[in-house]
């Protein structure tokens, strides 16, 4: 499972401001199942989805050039798969920013076993050689600063295409986003940063005995994920911001473990009370998603609401998507092309996420 040798130059989206809570909104409907087991395989009928909508859902994939996959898991059962121009299940698919919610169950893994103290810590007490020293301004920045996009950094991710891109190419990524400067106090205002969440990476590297081998042993092989790839940054850290490759199957897995609150089994693999605090929302709307509809923001997942049921979200550039309803015990993935489609990006994002809101939601009952 080799690291890639250096990051990817792409924009990742964006977002804007916010302070509210909430989270999953219905106790869970099934006992948790066994996730390092491989999925058990059942009908759209026997889970409550119409299979006619569904296909016309599927269907309805094909219009969309850059689509890849779709996955739907109900009741903890591989309902439904469909696979687009030449894609294939086993193959492995770029999470982008998707990434960003796995460093938060990381995160709250670190915590759980001391690694991190908590998300009051500081940059200045985590940041350790041979990673660059924060200064003052920096060094206060905490880990919960990171995790809900409110470090204060100097930084326009959304509009401006080189500014994650000019991140990727620098010699060290930690050290370029470290001279950014501070332009709020931290905690106080929300800026889509994905760079800034790259720093939760290095401190895994040195603090947790690397981030790679961390995930691996912690949250990948407890649920059964055997096969991943991880971009590493010019100094040979993994992309917290954007670099997870997994198959469509392993991370609807990842969904599936936020509905069992992040239980697997009978084992814990992320505490219940992490998952819990972690998909509160903190301020308000930050983003909209075609049908998917307004997003507030958590501890690096996207939050909304369907119709009855609050929607967990882990949103990738170009329509990488983990889509969570634990009121419907249901989880939907999609994995699409990112690279080279320019301004068709913002459109192809909009038409996988109608796909999902107005095609595979109204199948569900």
């Known amino acids: 499972m080799p690291g890639r040798s250096r990051l990817l130059a792409v924009c990742v989206l964006l977002a804007a401001c916010g302070g509210e809570t909430m989270g999953p909104s219905s106790p869970l409907p099934t006992e948790p199942i066994d996730l390092s087991a491989d999925w058990a395989v059942s009908s759209p009928e026997k889970e409550g989805v119409d299979p006619t909508k569904l296909e016309t859902a599927f269907a309805s994939g094909v219009g969309i050039p850059g689509l890849r996959s779709i996955t739907v898991v109900r009741h903890g059962h591989l309902v439904a798969e469909r696979y687009y121009a030449g894609a294939?299940?086993?193959?492995?698919?770029?999470?982008?920013?998707?990434?960003?919610?796995?460093?938060?169950?990381?995160?709250?893994?670190?915590i759980h076993q001391g690694k991190i103290r908590g998300i009051d810590q500081t940059l200045s007490e985590l940041l350790k050689p041979p990673l660059p020293t924060p200064d003052a301004a920096h060094g206060?920045?905490?880990?919960?600063?990171?995790?809900?996009?409110?470090?204060?950094?100097?930084?326009?991710?959304?509009?401006?295409?080189?500014?994650?891109?000019?991140?990727?190419?620098?010699?060290?990524?930690?050290?370029?986003?470290?001279?950014?400067p501070i332009v709020a106090p931290p905690g106080t205002t929300f800026n889509y940063n994905s760079a800034a969440v790259h720093l939760l990476s290095a401190v895994l590297q040195v603090d947790a005995g690397g981030t790679a081998a961390f995930a691996d042993t912690y949250l990948l092989k407890p649920l059964g994920i055997k096969s991943r790839d991880w971009e590493l940054d010019n100094q040979g850290i993994p992309n917290g911001g954007a670099g997870l490759y997994l198959r469509p199957r392993d991370i609807a897995k990842l969904g599936q473990l936020?509905?069992?609150r992040g239980r697997s089994g009978n084992?814990?693999?992320?505490?219940?009370?992490?998952?819990?605090?972690?998909?509160?929302?903190?301020?308000?709307?930050?983003?909209?998603?075609?049908?998917?509809?307004?997003l507030g923001y958590g501890e690096l997942w996207w939050l909304g609401d369907t119709a009855e049921h609050a929607i967990v979200l882990g949103w990738g550039y170009g329509g990488q998507l983990l889509y969570i309803v634990p009121g419907l015990d249901l989880v939907v993935v999609t994995t699409a092309r990112w690279q080279g489609i320019g301004g068709a990006v913002g459109p192809q994002t909009t038409a996988i996420g109608n796909l999902i809101g107005e095609g595979i939601i109204p199948a569900v009952h």
């Open 140 to 180: 206060v920045i905490t880990v919960g600063n990171l995790l809900t996009m409110t470090g204060g950094f100097l930084w326009n991710e959304g509009s401006d295409v080189t500014e994650y891109n000019d991140w990727v190419l620098a010699p060290d990524q930690v050290e370029y986003v470290l001279a950014r």
């Open 258 to 260: 936020v509905i069992q």
């Open 88 to 110: 294939r299940a086993d193959s492995l698919y770029a999470l982008r920013s998707v990434t960003k919610s796995v460093m938060s169950l990381l995160v709250g893994i670190a």
């Open 267 to 294: 084992a814990e693999v992320v505490p219940a009370s992490w998952i819990d605090q972690s998909t509160q929302r903190h301020g308000g709307v930050h983003d909209q998603l075609g049908a998917i509809g307004p």
